[in-house]
């Protein structure tokens, strides 16, 4: 297809198509005459990966380039991969932290591995600092069920990947770190929803 | 205390603190002299509530002020506050969607009353739109693992509340909401290393 079917089919004004083309986020299409390329389903498939993680995770362009160089790089290590999408993903932290007192604190009360080198950890920290700074209560068995909470589900959303190459398992851990976050944020919110309507009184 | 012990025992520069009082975020001090005012613990209190949403949080100040608004208003019903604290918080969405297609359907698969007028719904159907541009699986089974994890969480998290009076309720409801937000995508993050590495071969 030419380019303005491509956005027609994608829904993403040509503007933007030739800005991706651009910053070599998209690949160029098979030159079939001096000004006409012609481009493919893998075009339009990535047309919508740049829109999921610019409108829908409403991620900055240069955060969008990094997870999209995860995702074409050679790493073909989920685990390794899974730390560089994350570490693309916000909160972003200021370079020169404090200590991860809070994070660490955190990670002995569920008796984990604490690694300060992992992007995560210090995502826990200013996040907890947060809590602290707003009043709102953390403690090891407010941790605790959170961390019941969530680990099974964790383990319900790596359970696909055992069955894929190491290409296809990069992929799909960086997308679904940075897609599923927003349908768990959401669902928790209708959860909340749901639950309090349906309190006495309220 | 004044202005510049103020901003010495909250790290946030003085231009941020008058920043704040210009925007009405912040009540003006005492004033002790015409060139002086003092402050109490009750500012140092919310300084470090606005440095969460805005640092920790990461929340554009337009929408620090729209969740200050909730907390300092004369709303006393929490269920009410947190559905303007979620309106409040991403993803933000273009006012002109088209129907709520995949939410709705996922409200069927769980047994949900459906509600397209809360905002979560319409942030559920953006977060789903972009599981689906990128390819992600969806669907009445997986919608139920997400929420068998986190309803149970949401009923804790929502058990405080009862003995609340209105005002703190809805002050603990909209904080609540929007800053455990990022404890639970670390936790998770944390979750999914912790099982990563402990996987054999990897």
Known sequence: ??????????????????????????????????????????????????????????????KVREILAIIDGPQDDPVVAMGHAVAALPPYLAASGPGFDRASATAQALGLTFDPGYPATGQLESALEGLEQAGLEWNGDIARRYWNALLPLARDELAPAVAMTGQQAVVYAVLGTALYEPVILAIRRLAHQHLAEGRPGS
Do not use: C, Q, W
Request: no cysteine; net charge positive.
């Open 1 to 62: 297809m030419r380019i303005s079917e491509l956005s027609a089919a994608s829904g993403v004004p040509i503007a933007t198509v030739k800005f991706y083309l651009r910053e070599g986020m998209l690949e160029r299409g098979n030159v079939t005459a001096p000004t006409r390329a012609d481009y493919g389903p893998e075009h339009l498939d990535r047309i919508r990966l740049i829109s999921a993680l610019t409108n829908v995770r409403g991620l900055p362009i240069a």
